[in-house]
């Protein structure tokens, strides 16, 4: 369950544009937008606490409370999206959105698989796949869950786990099509072929032309064609 708020200051930007974003960022601060109820205001977020907000124990289904510098109303927001840095990993951008905490929202979480070390098909040999890694939920913003677990320990070789086996944590509903999302799969590995020639093989033909061969030799020398040899199709 989500469950965590934290307070986070921030302020409005006037100047807009990538040279005033590259001079916050040499600041210490992560440009952003905070998309309110009825507007959205520019705003700069220093680094250092923007990322205590996001590493709280909801990860990033954080409630933040956000104030913005000279005021003291809270403006309950969600992290909407949010732009890394491709090279450093550093976050570039975030767009913030207000809600209401008594209205459901609709968020992603991350789904992770628990378990695989001791699923019978897996000890067997095969291969643990996870098809669907995000599932859809709906939920009030404080019971938006941080990641959907989903046990797969008892998983035999050639099972599907599907969204319909699972439940959905208490005060969330699934999105997805319950019977068409597949969680998890237990396939077998690929098998290995390799193309040897079995005993024999791959001589047949040339020992069926040299009965043939043996054949229209000891025949009269005005033997038609139904004395030569066949061709063998494979």
Do not use: W
Request: proline share 6%; net charge negative.
């Amino acid at each position: 369950m989500s469950g965590d708020r934290f307070r986070l200051e921030v302020r409005e930007r006037e100047r807009l544009g990538s040279p005033e974003s590259r001079r916050l960022r040499k600041q210490g601060f992560v440009p952003g937008v905070l998309y309110g109820k009825t507007a959205a205001r520019a705003i700069a977020i220093g680094e250092r606490d923007l990322r205590a907000a996001l590493n709280t124990s909801s990860g990033l289904h954080a409630v933040l409370d956000v104030v913005l510098e000279g005021q003291s109303t809270a403006h309950p927001s969600i992290l909407k999206e949010y732009q890394r840095d491709p090279v450093r990993g550093f976050v570039r951008h975030v767009d913030l959105q207000e809600v209401r905490l008594d209205i459901a929202i609709q968020a992603t979480v991350q789904v992770h698989l628990v378990g695989g070390e001791d699923a019978p098909g897996v000890r067997e040999g095969g291969v643990l796949s996870a098809p669907s890694t995000t599932l859809n939920v709906e939920a009030l913003p404080m019971e938006v869950p941080e990641s959907i677990e989903a046990d797969v320990s008892g998983m035999q070789m050639g099972d599907t786990l599907r969204l319909e086996d699972l439940r959905a944590p208490e005060g969330a509903t699934f999105l997805d099509d319950p019977h068409e999302t597949v969680i998890a799969t237990v396939s077998a590995p690929a098998a290995e072929i390799e193309e040897e020639p079995v005993e024999g093989e791959g001589v047949e033909g040339e020992e069926a032309e040299g009965e043939d061969a043996a054949e229209a030799s000891e025949s009269d020398a005005g033997t038609g064609p139904d004395g030569e040899p066949g061709t063998a199709e494979s």
